[in-house]
């Protein structure tokens, strides 16, 4: 069974936040050469794809047939779908990195949805921990003044709106992974509904022609859905076995992953000392928000 890890939630939690920044800066490349909506499409159609490919041995069919499926049903026509539409909107005007930085304040949203409505506790060391990681995202977001901006102050709002909706969905996962316990069926269904929603926007407004653009594009946004869709599994797993004031403040830890991918991988960036700052702050941070689980 998905369920039966031996990795704990605060681990599974810094495994989707990785694997999150990876995919971030993956559809960065694929930006380059192909269209935002399209992209958004393959890379969701990637996700459902690799789940499909895992049914004969993962899938409980019955599950189907259960009322809780129509809560990832209803997740599904909203994450990924609009929230990744958003974030691939913002990544193209403002970069992967400010992107994934400005989505860091879902701890906020999660945490109101795990105390208002789940009823979970709030430890200080977690307490501490969220407010941590929230100040080392926001040190990131910290901009060059010699540096003039080329994107619209609106677009601020973009990755804040995706950060919204991931938060919901968060919470409603774990309500319907009550029901249904199963990281692997929530994650399949979501990313099931999300391909048909953006497939059939996609035929409707007949925008065919950017997947023709670039076959690098293409492969570039199919290689970023297998990374969201195994960050997804992890996350699910995550919010299954663990609380969402302890899961959702580490997954936002992935601005420090998008900027460090950047310098040592990517090149797009330089180490500086806000990032070395952001570094030291995060990880105290985690071991807090382990430790007051």
Known sequence: MITDVIIPP??????????FALGGQIQHIGLQSIDARAGTMLSIGSSAGIYWLAAPVMLNPDYFLHPAALIFVGLGLIRPALSANLSVAAIRLIGPTLTTTLAATSPLF??????????ELLTWQVALGTLGIITAVLILTRRDKRIPATWPLWALALPVGAAMIRSFGHGLTKIGMEYIPDP?????????????LTATLHL?????KPLKQSKAGVYWFLLAGTMFGSAILA????????????????????????????????????LNLRIIIAV??????????????
């Open 280 to 293: 030291f702050v995060v990880m105290p941070s985690v071991v807090l928000i382990a430790l007051g689980k």
């Open 204 to 208: 409707m407004k007949k925008e065919r």
């Open 110 to 119: 999660g945490t109101a949805f795990g105390i208002l409505i789940l009823g």
């Open 184 to 196: 692997y069926f929530a994650g399949l269904v979501g990313f099931t509904v999300s391909l048909m």
């Open 10 to 19: 605060y681990g599974l939690a810094l495994i989707a936040a990785f694997l």
């Open 235 to 270: 996350l699910n797993t995550a919010l299954l076995n663990g609380s969402i004031v302890t899961v959702v403040p580490i997954v936002a830890a992935s601005p420090i992953f998008s900027m460090l991918l950047s310098v040592l991988i990517f090149r797009r960036e330089h």
